[in-house]
T-cell receptor
């Protein structure tokens, strides 16, 4: 039973265009959501997060949108750069639950 | 400042052997987590320490897995009688306190059981 789902295993975009990565969750107890980026042979690196009391959080080229009614969040990267090519994981936790539940990840490839 | 470090970076062992994986969290972080990532999957929670005590070990797959954090800093994940299915990347993360929020990950230890 996957509580955090990333249904697109991969995404390819052109440099300069927008990348949109999607994530769905099923557990209503989740109230904090995070995106991590992972390069090969490295650990996940925190990118951006959002609390359930917000519907948008922006940090430079990265924006996360949260739609609680649909239990859906998305990460927008604009403009996309070749260095953004990596696996992106959506993760969630909530309440007093400290453990992160991750999706399976989406491999983003940004072509020059 | 130094991030989370893990040693060894790679470990190859034979089925049935015992292994120890080490994690050095960010200095001052009281919360420490172990996750396991299998091929094609996201990291899966194993155990959480707050200080020296294991606050939640519900993710450990069976009693062959054990972890300690005797002084509230370095942690060791111990796997007895390794099986081929234990092959994965073992990730350690730390945070300044428990609860929802960002966790900082180390580079992981890739364990291969032959």
């Amino acid at each position: 039973d996957q509580q955090v789902k990333q249904n697109s295993p991969s995404l390819s975009v052109q440099e300069g265009r927008i990348s949109i990565l999607n994530c769905d969750y099923t557990n209503s107890m989740f109230d904090y959501f995070l995106w991590y980026k992972k390069y090969p042979a490295e650990g996940p690196t925190f990118l951006i997060s959002i609390s359930s009391i917000k519907d948008k959080n922006e940090d430079g080229r990265f924006t996360v949108f949260l739609n609680k009614s649909a239990k859906h969040l998305s990460l927008h990267i604009v403009p996309s750069q070749p260095g953004d090519s990596a696996v992106y994981f959506c993760a969630a936790n909530g309440g007093s639950n400290y453990k992160l539940t991750f999706g399976k990840g989406t491999l983003l490839t940004v072509n020059p | 400042g130094a991030g989370v470090s893990q040693t060894p970076s790679n470990k190859v062992t034979e089925k049935g052997k015992y292994v120890e994986l080490r994690c050095d969290p960010i200095s001052g972080h009281t919360a420490l987590y172990w996750y396991r990532q299998s091929l094609g999957q996201g990291p899966e929670f194993l155990i959480y320490f707050q200080g020296t005590g294991a606050a939640d070990d519900s993710g450990l797959p069976n009693d062959r897995f054990f972890a300690v954090r005797p002084e509230g800093s370095v942690s060791t994940l111990k796997i007895q009688r390794t099986e081929r299915g234990d092959s994965a990347v073992y990730l350690c993360a730390s945070s300044s306190m428990g609860g929802p929020g960002e966790q900082f990950f180390g580079p992981g230890t890739r364990l291969t059981v032959l």
